[in-house]
């Protein structure tokens, strides 16, 4: 049995890794900006019992981590897993930034919108990983994903377009990268992961991929990462991405 911390978990991806790691017979804490509204993360505690562990986090406030990680540490002498899963995309919910991706057009851009996509989307994952750090260091060979995106790639970049995010997700590669090289020497393995396009409430109705399916490629690929493998950028299926 495993002990996994996902944050953004209420929803979307986060809630599809929350119920296979569930389903598998781990242990999860599952971190959400709000549990008290968090009505599936409730159900599946009912369900779960001490299983499931339904804790506050805002990945963008400091006084937050602080408080999750005590509630974390309470319960466990250890992390195994960590999934760096919440993020924001201008226009969808949850993102605080509602224009219909105005936001993020030339002539439109502002310092206060690139500011919170980056805060939450790049520093935050950095934040979180280096609070509970003490915890994945007391795992035995923890895994770090964080989820980027391809919209990150400065190579596959050739549009106009998702200024915010796209920097977002090419700094928070570098920032878990170069996080990778240092926890590495404490055995803790660190990728990035590309979920695909997935059918949630940021990818929306038109996107191919069921949350499910990407959720179950990236258990997996989690299971079996390999120490070469610290601070890669893959897909949910393992392939290489172009930094
Ligand atoms: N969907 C796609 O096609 C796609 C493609 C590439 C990459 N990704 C990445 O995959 C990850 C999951 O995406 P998704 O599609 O599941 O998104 P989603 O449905 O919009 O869910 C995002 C989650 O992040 C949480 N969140 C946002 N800001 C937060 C903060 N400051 N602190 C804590 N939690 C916060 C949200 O919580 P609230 O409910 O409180 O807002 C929600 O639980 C994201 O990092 C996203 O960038 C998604």
Known sequence: ????????ANRGLGLELTRQYLERGDHVFAATRQPEGATDLQILAQQR?????V??????????????????????DHLDILINNAGILPGHPGSG???NQESQKLGQLRYEDAMQVIGTN??????VTQ?????????????????????GSLELKASGSHYHYSASKAAMNMYMRTLAAEAGHHGIISIMVDPGWIRTDMGGTGAALPAADSARGIIRLT???HAEENGSFVTWQGKPVAW
């Open 55 to 76: 804790l506050p986090l805002d990945v963008t406030s400091a006084a937050s981590l602080a408080a999750a990680y005590e509630q974390v540490a309470a319960a466990t």
């Open 131 to 151: 609070q509970f750090l003490p915890l994945l260091k007391a795992g035995h060979k923890s895994r770090v994903v964080s989820l980027s995106s391809g919209l």
């Open 1 to 8: 049995m495993k002990s996994v911390l996902i944050t953004g």
């Open 223 to 225: 299971d079996q990462l």
């Open 97 to 99: 930034i509602d224009d």
């Open 49 to 53: 019992g001490g299983q499931l562990v």
């Open 122 to 127: 790049a520093v935050g994952p950095l934040l």
